[in-house]
């Protein structure tokens, strides 16, 4: 295992301090493992709280900022965070306005947002969660019931966070976050598998001439395995599927390849005038884009692929003001 | 090989398509292999030119942009661009003004950029130029005469952009860049090697229990071949001698700690923690971050440490509007 770290099982608390370091912006609660806003929530604003398995860095912690999230609570590397650090989260960021939970739909993180949120309500404070599931690899999975949360969340988080800004309520706060996560479709490939860092060994076997489509970000299995292929033939893989999945994928749409963590933006970029020539030609616009690493899995080399079907509404909160390590814009 | 790439021989151009799609504010000169801003230089204004192999994403095609770059020449993997190009970029851009030429110190890329300068002069464009030689790890190397460019060229595009975008005339523009190179100095360590498409096969040989202190951004030979070492031990390897080569580094500064392209955020968020630890200890003032990647040598696994000692002046020209798809932020 060849990584810049120390031991294993200080990777996420010394990551954190070298997050605390270099972003002064935020405040991280070392004990409880929340990255927060320095600055507390503006009294009666809605608060937004994600957060989830480490490893997938700038998710979730790299998104908290002004526009964007008001704390992200970061479980160990692909572990869930646990209820007391989600209600740990939530407290600290309530301003009387209510909290959003943002949540990727796989189990362990379902369930103990959940309960977070419960032992929030019987404290006081109105909880109301959106589930992401738009990964269209896989209807079940080893970790999940239903399909996987992946890159809907980014573009989610941003939006959201804007409405949130703005002063919306916390009632079309979360109508709005149910909309982005049904307008969103994701789909994976690993070229490598990833590497966790207390295991020491990859997470699972891939031989040099394949790869594994559908791949989910903790490097679940895919849809197939097959011989690795054309960075043409490989942008077919993903797109098809997500546009089969939207049934009429037409009209403007907030497109992110995200890269996994061990992809150059080279690649990623020779990727993105693979795709984006794909949905251009099933008339999808594609309204804004991103690429780079947003959404990533460890090291693992591969890329995703998320397109959320967007109108005025949302292309408008997408441009509104963001600072945040991850994403940053128009302040 | 493992890559998102269709024909090797078809990377660059393919990657370029890739950035146009992503990035309207930018223009294309396929032709050429020149990013350009899609709006031309405003009259009057100092334009800069940059440029070098690629496989460095975002540099130097990342950088262009209001604020910082108005063209970047963008060379085949590894491989300096082209007198031709350089004089094509530098014609494009040149808006009455003169133009500053910002070259990594590398042979081929010193050549070819004095070269267009040249051709430039004789069809009347003032041209300077900036020679960037900030690598402290090997005094000359296979590629080099002298110190290799590396992290300090983001910094001073980002410095001399914001003074270029005020007003500032060509000679304080130069003295400026002069200035920003004079104050940086970095050191870069490889975990593996990387893989030039069109080789196939990684650049050299690294052992699994071994890395390469002083790397250059080619998988150049550094200063030592070491055991792998832990990211604390790293951190020591990259700042004392860049702390030994200032002499006194106390004061403030901006910090770069890039990835180098296979290097997920996880690790160079701990790193970064490590390595501003012992500058703090050393009396250096971080007044500014960056961390992820920026500087890269495709997908190697590594990073790169990049100090600037700044002053007032340099912060300022730092925190002004930028607008590139590498760096972003103010506007």
């Known amino acids: ?19 605390q370091a270099a972003h002064p912006e935020l405040r991280i609660d070392f004990d409880e493992r929340v990255v927060l806003r320095a600055e507390p929530t503006r009294q009666g604003k809605v608060a937004l709280v994600s957060g ?3 490893g997938h860095e700038p998710m979730h912690g790299g998104f908290v900022g002004t526009g964007m999230l008001d704390a ?5 590397v692909f572990t869930s965070p646990t209820p007391d650090q989600v209600l740990a989260a939530t407290k600290a960021v309530d301003a009387g306005a209510g909290v959003l939970h943002i949540v990727k739909n796989y189990t362990g993180d379902v369930l103990n947002f959940e309960m977070a949120a419960e032992l929030a ?19 079940d ?30 009632d079309a706060v ?3 976050a149910e909309k982005v996560s049904g307008n969103g479709r994701s789909m994976g490939v690993a070229l490598t598998s990833c590497t966790v860092p207390a ?10 001439d394949q790869m594994e489509v559908g791949v989910g970000i903790h490097g679940e299995p895919g849809r197939h395995r097959v011989p690795l292929a054309s960075a043409h033939e490989i942008a077919a893989m993903l797109v098809e599927p997500i546009l089969k999945d939207f049934g009429d994928a037409s009209g403007p749409a907030i497109v992110l390849l995200s890269g996994l963590g061990g992809t150059p933006l080279i690649e990623l970029y020779l990727m993105y005038g693979e795709v984006e020539a794909l949905l251009s030609a ?15 899995s460890l090291d693992m080399a591969g890329c995703s692929l998320t397109v959320v079907k967007a109108d005025d509404e949302l292309l408008r909160l997408w441009d509104a003001p963001v600072v945040t390590p991850g994403l940053r814009w128009g302040a």
């Not at 616009?285 to 780079?292: D, N, P, Q, T």
């Open 121 to 139: 309500a019987a404290e006081g404070i109105r909880v109301e969660a959106v589930v992401v599931a738009d990964d269209v690899a896989v209807e």
């Open 1 to 19: 295992m060849k990584k810049l770290i120390n031991a294993p099982a200080d990777v996420l608390a010394e990551s954190l301090r070298g997050v």
């Open 282 to 296: 099933a008339g999808v616009e594609v309204a804004r884009s991103l690429v780079g690493d947003y959404i990533t």
């Open 52 to 54: 989830g398995g480490s």
């Open 174 to 176: 979360l109508a709005l």
């Open 199 to 208: 295991a020491g060994k990859p997470t699972f076997d891939l031989p040099d």
């Open 141 to 170: 999975s080893t970790w999940t019931a239903g399909r996987r949360g992946t890159g809907t969340t980014v573009v989610l988080e941003k939006i959201v966070g804007a409405a949130a800004e703005e002063g919306a309520d916390l």
């Open 72 to 76: 992200a609570a970061a479980g160990e």
